[in-house]
């Protein structure tokens, strides 16, 4: 039903999104505890600020009464997927090339599953990153079949 859920949700929410040259990141529906959330990820290459997530939150809040297609009560929510944001679309794998990522396997790799360096290409199929091991810079190859998640990292 969470799918289904956030399949529908997407669908409303684009054209009220992309009408404000905003992009849509990320769809969830989760129940936390007793609580069910709608949460709606927005961004632009300019970033959002609190203003953008209001407006989208009272259009889609609109939209939401009207067709109603959640069957019981939830909380909405709009905002900034943030600095670490998930790498989920193509796009967003695109976009993140030059930057620092983290990324989770489902199958490990060198025995590893998790990696974390710069992101220096993506073909399509496969993301190569640039890893530092103790003090050696290595370069992986990823196969987007092996990406369990992904998500841009901030490094200190």
Known sequence: ??????????????????????????????KEGKDWFLRVFIDSDTGVDIEDCGTVSERLSEVLDKKDPIPHLYFLDVSSPGAER?????????????????????????????????????????????ITIKTRKKEIQISMENVASARLAVMF
């Open 86 to 130: 998930p790498l989920k679309k193509e796009q967003d794998f695109v976009k993140a090339v030059g930057k620092q990522v983290a990324i989770q396997t489902n199958e490990p790799i060198n025995g590893e599953s998790v990696f974390e360096g710069k992101l220096l290409a993506y073909d399509g199929t496969i993301l190569t990153v640039l």
């Open 1 to 30: 039903m969470s799918n289904e859920v956030t399949e529908v949700v997407e669908q409303l929410a684009r054209p009220i999104i992309e009408d404000m040259d905003l992009e849509l990141v990320d769809v969830e529906y989760v």
